[in-house]
């Protein structure tokens, strides 16, 4: 059965740290990976995709992905209250988006 | 470039109604996936389009439907509503025009369900 694994959190993180979320998938075919950020009420925005292994990088936001371990990490730089949202670790596998129940962050002024 | 749209944004129904819902996506963009995002299930898939032709769906009774039109445009359809079909509907669109980057799927605003 195809899961995507993430903590719920809530993780909570001071202002102008680094916040670092987890996710670990279980379907080996997954070839491109996204995070997307969900604000209460409202749909999920894309923040990063990742099809390689390794690490990208797009401003404050440095995604990471390992296929070998299947595992995918999102680290949020200089942390601001705006960051603070449901963020959704979701791989892409046969035409759909396999989520994860997402972490609840919460960025402390 | 406009954005995914979908109509209508919400909408009150009793149960044993039927609803259908649109979505338009982005210009260019010829896959169009559904997801029902509930508190207790989270996010979960519904069906996937691709040039009129549905080419996956998740695991959801026959009373959800859903279909694509020449223009890329979609829209699905739930008969004999239930009060668990209470939920946010969320369209996304992508260009799936072969390769990982083109699988990237924008989201609409979502149309918000509730079922008396």
């Known amino acids: 059965q195809k899961e995507v694994e993430q903590n719920s959190g809530p993780l909570s993180v001071p202002e102008g740290a680094i916040a670092s979320l987890n996710c670990t998938y279980s379907?080996?075919?997954?070839?491109?990976f996204f995070w997307y950020r969900q604000y209460s009420g409202k749909s999920p925005e894309l923040i990063m995709s990742i099809y390689s292994n390794g690490d990208k990088e797009d401003g404050r936001f440095t995604a990471q992905l390992n296929k070998a371990s299947q595992y995918v990490s999102l680290l949020i730089r200089d942390s601001q209250p705006s960051d603070s949202a449901t963020y959704l670790c979701?791989?892409?596998?046969?035409?759909?988006?396999?989520w994860g129940a997402g972490t609840k962050l919460i960025i402390k002024p | 470039k406009a954005g995914v749209t979908q109509t209508p944004r919400y909408l009150i129904k009793t149960r044993g109604q039927q609803v259908t819902l649109s979505c338009s996506p982005i210009s260019g963009h010829r896959s169009v996936s559904w997801y029902q995002q509930t508190p207790g299930q989270g996010l979960q898939f519904l069906f996937e389009?691709?040039?009129?032709?549905?080419?996956n769906k998740g695991n959801f009774p026959g009373r959800f439907s859903g279909r694509q039109f020449s223009n890329s445009r979609s829209e699905m359809n739930v008969s004999t509503l239930e009060l668990g079909d209470s939920a946010l509907y969320l369209c996304?669109?992508?260009?799936?025009?072969?390769?990982?980057?083109?699988?990237?799927?924008?989201f609409g605003p979502g149309t918000r369900l509730t079922v008396l």
């Open positions: 389009y691709f040039s009129e032709t549905q080419r």
């Open positions: 996304a669109s992508s260009l799936a025009a072969g390769g990982p980057s083109t699988d990237t799927q924008y």
């Open positions: 379907d080996r075919v997954s070839q491109s």
């Open positions: 979701a791989p892409y596998s046969n035409y759909q988006l396999i």
